[in-house]
């Protein structure tokens, strides 16, 4: 599988802003300084992730490029907890957004999720087991876990 890596993805033309070396990425992991993984590669990547510091996104595409999933990870206790978790189905062959489902979390169990289905939205409300939330946060060029797109919130 390709890996490459640049400072920052530009989502409007799907396509990197600054592509830097495997040494720069290891560097910028270690000091903590912004950097985007692109597994598949610039040209038809499958996965990007953003690591920020304390912050971590992980963007799921599908064949046409279109960023169907995204999960957004914050550290906490050296660990990270996934806050936020968006779901795009999109028209056939087109950018359209046709339904969206967002989640957010919270370590004690909240959870929000709000659907967007053809501009009625609706929004639930419950608690549920957070297990399946936490991952630890990856050493430089370890990604595959946070890359697990089925993540699954149990009550």
């Known amino acids: 599988m390709i890996t490459e890596?640049?400072?920052?993805w530009?989502?409007?033309?799907?396509?990197?802003?600054?592509?830097?070396?495997?040494?720069?990425a290891r560097n910028r992991h270690s000091q903590g300084i912004n950097y985007c993984v692109v597994i598949g590669g610039f040209k038809s990547p499958t996965n990007l992730i953003s690591l920020a510091g304390e912050w971590v996104s992980v963007h799921f595409f599908d064949t046409l490029g279109r960023a169907y999933l995204n999960y957004d990870f914050i550290k906490n206790d050296g660990r990270l907890f996934l806050t936020f978790a968006a779901f795009r189905e999109?028209?056939?062959?087109?950018?359209?957004i046709l339904r969206s489902v967002t989640f957010s979390f919270s370590v004690d169990g909240s959870v929000v999720m709000s659907v967007d289905d053809q501009n009625e939205v609706s929004?639930?409300?419950?608690?549920?087991?957070?297990?399946?939330?936490?991952?630890?946060?990856?050493?430089?060029?370890?990604y595959g876990s946070l890359c697990d797109e089925n993540r699954i919130v149990t009550s």
């Open 5 to 8: 890596f640049c400072e920052k």
């Open 10 to 24: 530009f989502f409007a033309k799907n396509q990197p802003l600054k592509p830097v070396s495997k040494e720069d």
């Open 90 to 96: 999109y028209e056939e062959e087109s950018t359209a």
């Open 123 to 142: 929004e639930i409300e419950t608690k549920a087991s957070m297990e399946p939330n936490w991952a630890d946060y990856p050493a430089f060029g370890e």
